[in-house]
């Protein structure tokens, strides 16, 4: 028993279907290989201690629009220090642009990139990160100046009182309080004498009589 096939060869329908085919044979492994089984890996340098990095597909030059997954090893020149590995993250608003997140220190590092992921792709740079002097901090106010405190000698403000002045002896009578008392106490002694001398005189007298009676 024969079968025919669903679409004829001979039918223009069968045509069509066998060319779209072989189209799509064709097509798959070119698209495929549009951009190369390989990356392009350049180490541009450092951004403040950044390594920085161009990634793109080798044969056409394109961006890579999938995540990257790359290793970053950094050495010294004498080889006795060692930086990671690291791996590389996307330059905000760009397409090809990688860097690390981590800062390598001052001095002069040989720095080799390996990219395992979409393809493989290598490069490496000897590049160097400057030392960097710290910022000036703000220069502080300077403390205000005590003032001077008056000294002794120095005179009283206007309208302010002298301090009183204690000593052992008394103060001072005020002025016209003294001449009234000195006139009181003369007049009190004159007062005295005067009364004494009369006294005085009349037990004379008195003494005179009784001897010319005897």
Request: no cysteine; net charge neutral; hydrophobic share 40%.
């Amino acid at each position: 028993m024969r079968t025919r096939p669903a679409f004829p060869v001979r039918s223009g329908l069968g045509f069509l279907f066998l060319f779209l085919a072989q189209a799509l044979a064709v097509a798959v492994p070119i698209e495929a290989q549009a951009h190369g089984d390989t990356v392009k890996v350049v180490v541009t340098g450092q951004r403040e201690g950044h390594v920085t990095t161009e990634i793109t597909w080798e044969n056409d030059g394109d961006a890579i629009d999938e995540a990257v997954a790359a290793t970053v090893n950094s050495t010294s020149p004498d080889g006795s220090r060692t930086m990671g590995p690291w791996r590389l993250v996307r330059d905000a608003g760009s397409r090809t642009g990688w860097s690390t997140a981590e800062v390598l220190p001052p001095g002069t590092w040989k720095v080799s990139v390996d990219v395992g992921f979409p393809s493989l792709g290598h490069g490496e740079k000897e590049i160097a990160v400057p030392v960097v002097d710290p910022a000036p901090s703000a220069a502080t106010p300077s403390a205000a100046a005590p003032t001077a405190s008056a000294s002794p000698s120095s005179p009283a403000p206007s309208g302010a009182s002298a301090p009183p002045v204690s000593s052992g002896s008394p103060a001072p009578a005020p002025a016209g309080e003294g001449e009234g008392t000195d006139r009181t106490v003369w007049w009190t002694t004159a007062g005295v004498a005067v009364i004494a001398l009369a006294g005085a005189g009349g037990g004379v007298l008195l003494r005179r009589a009784r001897a010319r009676k005897r």
